[in-house]
């Protein structure tokens, strides 16, 4: 049977039909998604920071009953792990925060109305005991493909290699490339700056060539700016072996349905994220610091530009997260919509429907078809 224009190296590393990865996002790529990712013939992933040990247990086995092909898991592991002592908490970190910091984030809340709340920044995201746990259920469950979207995952490749799993990261610069690769990571994604959540400076058009020919010949994936066929073929073009794609999978019937189910978000939220990003032009997102102490692409919201605008105080990962923890879950319990933090990229512009996962990667495919072949024969 002849191949698809479309079948590229990732295709024979995993078994799967297209070159076509789901960003393993927090809060949003349960196993609903990811299975629907997988079923239509691309590769979902898990985003494990959003559970504890045991809810990720229980999603690899959901996403299992959902589907017979494969899938990763991702977890981020951001540099600062080493900064944080050992069994620190939310409180510990509170402890040492600056006066200052902490009487500035009490009067923002007061003078916007927003509610006291207690909320939870996630921490457990930073401890490396968490960390070890994840990729210890990765290993017994055989997970085929493991993705660090933050940091550096270079200390479990030994491990991972003698198990038949395969590493890969997400980066922002050649350099990191090179280092991650050198570390004997086996696939590196070229993430532009037009991407939602954590993201870089570089745009993705510079970026992917050069990072390609500066590891060649470790496989590169594209991400950043692409939602559809059209960023595909470019990505292809450009030497990628992929994409891996987020902010088009928000916006699908399947996302999130998990972090509702086990109340990390509630409906209303979501449902406000997601229209948020329709609603959205090309001109709607700004890369700030407010929410996590690191650049992070969202729609722009007025938490984010009253805090900039008061000159609020911009602390350390995960300091930060802990820092607006109570804000956010303020502004959660009042349903200040204008007040959240919806994560997306630059592509919003473009993405004007909710859709299931599989139409999604459906249209991405005969689009990204269509304009291969048509460069393929040379007819326009």
């Not at 990732?10 to 990865?21: R, S």
């Not at 494969?70 to 080493?82: I, N, R, T």
């Not at 933050?150 to 491990?159: I, K, L, M, R």
């Amino acid at each position: 049977m002849k191949k698809s224009v479309l079948h590229t190296k990732l295709c024979d590393m995993f078994g799967i039909k297209y070159p076509i990865v789901l960003a393993g996002m927090g809060y949003v790529s349960g196993p609903a998604l990811t299975a629907a990712v997988s079923n239509a013939g691309g590769l979902g992933v898990l985003g494990a920071a959003s559970f504890t040990t045991s809810e990720l247990q229980e999603m690899i086995k959901r996403t299992r009953d959902l589907t017979d092909k494969p899938f990763g898991v991702d977890l981020p592991m951001p540099p600062q792990l080493d900064d944080i002592p050992p069994n620190s908490t939310e409180e510990s970190l509170r402890a040492g925060f600056p006066i200052e910091a902490v009487a500035f984030a009490e009067k923002f809340g007061e003078e916007l109305g927003i509610p006291k709340a207690h909320g939870k920044a996630g921490l457990q995201v930073f401890s490396i005991d968490y960390t070890k746990e994840v990729f210890k259920i990765c290993l017994e469950e055989k997970i085929p493909l493991f993705v660090s979207a933050v940091g550096d995952p270079s200390w479990v490749v030994p491990e991972a290699h003698a198990h038949g799993m395969k590493v890969m990261a997400v980066v922002g610069l050649v350099r990191q490339a090179r280092r991650l690769t050198g570390n004997g990571v086996d696939l590196i994604v070229g993430q532009g700056t037009e991407a939602g959540g954590h993201t870089g400076r570089i745009g993705t058009m510079p970026l992917i060539p050069q990072i390609v020919d500066a590891i060649a010949p470790t496989p590169v994936l594209a991400a950043g700016g692409i939602a559809d066929g059209r960023g595909v073929a470019a990505g292809l073009a450009l030497g990628a072996i992929g994409v891996w794609l987020g902010t088009v999978f928000v916006t699908t019937e399947e996302s999130c349905l998990e972090c509702i189910e086990f109340g990390y978000m509630s409906q209303w939220e979501v449902d406000t994220w997601k229209q948020k990003i329709l609603n959205a032009t090309e001109d709607d997102t700004q890369i700030s610091r407010v929410l996590t102490g690191k650049t992070l692409r969202m729609i722009k919201n007025k938490f984010q530009d009253t805090w900039e605008k008061k000159q609020g105080p911009i602390l350390k990962t995960p300091k930060q997260n802990v820092l607006v923890a109570d804000l956010q879950e303020g502004v959660r319990q009042a349903e200040m919509t204008d007040y959240m933090f919806p994560v997306a990229g630059q592509i919003s512009g473009m993405i004007k429907k909710i859709k299931p996962a599989a139409q999604v990667v459906e249209e991405i495919v005969e689009q990204a078809t269509h304009i291969l072949e048509k460069l393929g024969t040379g007819k326009g």
